[in-house]
């Protein structure tokens, strides 16, 4: 056991099956309890048999764990907790409290905020927290934190094709709340397209990886975003998925297989800049990000 006097850090992330027989257990606590239709369990088998079975996101969630551990020594301890796959939210926070942790800082891997998303899991992990009686502070987003905007930025300097930046998509009605999430990628964009010396006409917006569901989600899509570009006379697109921090299904199969079919059909030549991972950069950007919220 850790000294008393440690931090915890409870780093969350989305999670992902172990395997392909997990796919349905899944897919069922991410539709809260209901299980999914044979079919759209099958779709999404399909999905991670086009990657290899299985997604890298906890093996890659767990380096990045071990490097912010690293960067911020001894006087903190890592945790980590996914929102739909073991170890859970709650099961990070059980651990680090069994640690003898006083107090807890969590911090979701996805840079932009939205009650929707960020704001599900610091809810969840502050249930969690109080019930295991103990102290807790949530980093709500980073997605202006310099470290990261030089990360990206590095993908894309010197390059001379149109950049769409991506992100996952929420439903619309997130619109209606103010919910800063459109607004906060936009002002990453920026920045990002600034640092790598883009002209605004030269980068866009898009949204990816909608759920399958009937009300309307954010858009334009990829998709859609796509052709409009080709109409537009572009040939060359680099995608930099600025939503994501790893690689993972929405990742690999969303973009470097979807999204890169579509563009070969309609002409266009079509890269990605790669996803940060366990880069020490992010890393030690994120154990900043936790030193300035505790």
């Given at each position: 056991m850790r000294s008393r006097a440690a931090t915890g850090v409870l780093?969350?992330?989305?999670?992902?099956?172990?395997?392909?027989?997990?796919?349905?257990a899944y897919y069922t606590h991410i539709r809260?309890?209901?299980?999914?239709?044979?079919?759209?369990?099958?779709?999404?088998?399909?999905?991670?048999?086009?990657?290899?079975?299985?997604?890298?996101?906890?093996?890659?969630?767990?380096?990045?764990a071990s490097g912010?551990?690293?960067?911020?020594?001894?006087?903190?301890?890592?945790?980590?907790?996914?929102?739909?796959?073991?170890?859970?939210?709650?099961?990070?926070?059980?651990?680090?409290?069994?640690?003898?942790?006083?107090?807890?800082?969590?911090?979701?891997?996805?840079?932009?905020?939205?009650a929707l998303s960020v704001g599900q899991y610091l809810e969840r992990a502050r249930a969690a927290a109080q019930t295991a009686g103990v102290d807790f502070v949530g980093v709500e987003h980073w997605h202006l934190d310099p470290g990261f905007l030089e990360l990206l930025s590095d993908g894309l300097r010197g390059t001379a094709a149109h950049v769409l930046f991506t992100a996952h998509s929420l439903p619309a009605r997130i619109l209606e709340t103010g919910d800063p999430y459109p607004d906060q990628l936009r002002e990453s964009a920026e920045a990002i397209a600034k640092l790598a010396g883009i002209d605004d006409d030269h980068w866009s917006l898009a949204w990816q990886s909608a759920g399958k569901t009937p009300e309307p989600w954010l858009g334009p899509s990829v998709f859609e975003a796509l052709p409009?570009?080709?109409?537009?006379?572009?040939?060359?697109?680099?995608?930099?998925?600025?939503?994501?921090?790893?690689?993972?299904?929405?990742?690999?199969?969303?973009?470097?297989?979807?999204?890169?079919?579509?563009?070969?059909?309609?002409?266009?030549?079509?890269a990605r800049t790669p996803s940060p991972n366990a880069d020490p950069r992010l890393c030690s950007a994120l154990a900043e990000v936790i030193r300035a919220r505790v």
């Amino acid at each position: 056991m850790r000294s008393r006097a440690a931090t915890g850090v409870l780093l969350m992330a989305y999670g992902t099956p172990a395997t392909l027989d997990d796919v349905e257990a899944y897919y069922t606590h991410i539709r809260g309890g209901r299980t999914p239709a044979p079919e759209l369990v099958a779709d999404l088998r399909r999905r991670y048999e086009a990657i290899g079975g299985t997604s890298p996101l906890l093996d890659i969630t767990r380096a990045q764990a071990s490097g912010i551990q690293q960067a911020l020594g001894d006087s903190f301890v890592v945790e980590l907790g996914m929102k739909h796959a073991p170890p859970f939210i709650e099961d990070g926070v059980g651990a680090l409290a069994r640690q003898g942790v006083r107090d807890i800082a969590a911090v979701v891997l996805a840079p932009h905020y939205s009650a929707l998303s960020v704001g599900q899991y610091l809810e969840r992990a502050r249930a969690a927290a109080q019930t295991a009686g103990v102290d807790f502070v949530g980093v709500e987003h980073w997605h202006l934190d310099p470290g990261f905007l030089e990360l990206l930025s590095d993908g894309l300097r010197g390059t001379a094709a149109h950049v769409l930046f991506t992100a996952h998509s929420l439903p619309a009605r997130i619109l209606e709340t103010g919910d800063p999430y459109p607004d906060q990628l936009r002002e990453s964009a920026e920045a990002i397209a600034k640092l790598a010396g883009i002209d605004d006409d030269h980068w866009s917006l898009a949204w990816q990886s909608a759920g399958k569901t009937p009300e309307p989600w954010l858009g334009p899509s990829v998709f859609e975003a796509l052709p409009d570009l080709a109409a537009r006379g572009v040939t060359d697109v680099v995608m930099c998925p600025q939503g994501f921090v790893a690689d993972h299904l929405e990742v690999l199969y969303d973009l470097d297989i979807e999204a890169k079919a579509l563009a070969e059909k309609i002409g266009i030549s079509i890269a990605r800049t790669p996803s940060p991972n366990a880069d020490p950069r992010l890393c030690s950007a994120l154990a900043e990000v936790i030193r300035a919220r505790v």
